[in-house]
């Protein structure tokens, strides 16, 4: 699944504190399917998120989301997650997360402008993440032209094959 | 301006050939690429994107280290399963370096073997890839789509990161304190502190720090969200390297005008015992803070902790002395290496009279295979991370402290200072 930056995302907020690790979003040696891992992701941190969560719905965190291993937040994308802003991520998930690829935004602030299930509009074209209710609004900055293009071309993978192909056909 | 560490590791790898800045986006040539028991996600990835057929190729088969290393042995069919795949898969591509039918921690394994050198540019597939800054190297973890791009290219995209210089000083007593060192730092200054950064290693108490502490301090880079975490290159890194591999290799220094983002000074002499509370790496008091919490479990090992000197200290303290009624000890050399040194030196005998469970090698204990906490249990370790659930239940407590530590909460059934318990100290 592709990600178009350009199109703005709308949606439900949950809310999560500081320092988020990937044992809490992807218990994999607990839990060992995706059907087991979406029943039981985060809920180290809040247990009703895997009950209630719903496609579409967009998490904010604090800093230094996805701490810990470098594990993919693949199971996020499965329960329908469309869209992470955080005051800081882990280099690793950032990573991980654009080369799925899946929206995530670096965005200064964003816990101090929304709260818990109001509704946030992400416009990555316009750098702005707003609450759609208060109208309160923090800047998402531009990602760098390299990682532009892995969104493009629908995550690191598909760029991989891409660049491998061209490269087969000049030879 | 001169360079850090960082910017000339990066400088030397750049594609573009320019010398870098932190901060500027680049493409690296890799000079070595870890994968270990999840190499078969990395297949199934390339599968997806369109390879039908798992990869084409790798880039250098003299570059691309396969390490099966957390299941080995095979802790279930599943996991059995997986190995006969990557056996074939290792054969298919012409993998050269590829350690099979060996338990132990590739982070370990990786600078016994002399397969990662000072100077270099090594990426794996496992967070704590950042380990080989102990012996001068640039390395780091990455993700299973980056090293897909990795084992086709041997290239990848890289920030070049600002670095912070950290001066560790002061006088290395008789028992290892990189531990300590560690969660002392991200106790006060959180543990992102680096966010996306370089730390450098330097002070006068670097000289003294054998390998096996610089190798803990440098794997923990990445809890406090280090992308490197490089010690210089010295007499002791030159002898480590010279006893392991022939390859040539150019160490790298920083230059005395390089730029840092800030500079962090750590008087180890003034530092007390320190533990990790539950649930957060960064959530650090000093053992007095908690001491007489009675705990269930405690744990050596892991790619942080499971090496020669973080087991000598625990069997010195144990000589004559015993586990504490009830407590479970378990301890797990980080490779058949180290195992072998300690049987060699006699450890393994005192731990086993005293009441430990001396577990085969490997990352079991820590990202857990063996010794999984009940609700309600209390366990202390010298192991990487204290994650909520990290261990099983989620109602049990995990305690982060040095071997030492760990080793005193053992024979006093709590946690306590290790002077009260040692006096030999």
Redesign the interface.
Known sequence: MSFDLNRVIRGRVWKFGDSVDTDSINPFYLYHTMEELKKHTLESFRPEFPKEVQPGDIIVAGRNFGCGSHRPGLVLREVGIAAIVVESASRLFLRNTIALPMPIFVARGISDIVQDAEILEIDYPSNIARNVGTGASVAIPRFPPMIEQIYEYGGLPQLARQRYLAEKAVR | MGQTIAEKIFSRHNLAQQPVRAGE?I?ARIDGAMCHYQFMDIHD??V????KDGF?RVWNTDRVFLLVDHHQPALSQ?YADDNVLIRKEAGRLGIKHFHDAEPGIAHQMMPDYGLVRPGELVVG???HTIAYGAINAGST??????M??VL??GEL?FQVPKSIRVVLEGRQPGYPIAKDIILYLAGQY???FA??MALEFTGSLVPQLSMDSRMCLSTHG?EV?A?LAVFPFDEKTRDYVAARTDKPYEPVAADPDAAYEKEIVVNVDEMPFVVAKP??F?NVGPVDEVKGIEIDQAQIGSCSNGRFEDIEIAARMLKGRKVAKGVRFIISPSSQQVYLQCLKAGLIETLVESGVHVVTPGCGVC???VGFLADGEVCITATT?N????K?S?NAEIYLGGPLTVTAAAVAGKIVDPKEVFDEL
Do not use: C, M
Request: net charge positive.
């Open positions: 986006f493409g990835l390339a997806e994107a369109g390879f084409p599943s597939n496992d967070s973890g990455i993700t299973r789509a980056d897909l791009y086709l290219f995209w959180g543990d992102d966010q996306n990445v969200a992308k649930h957060q960064g990202q857990p295979k991370r994650f909520k659930g990290r099983g989620l």
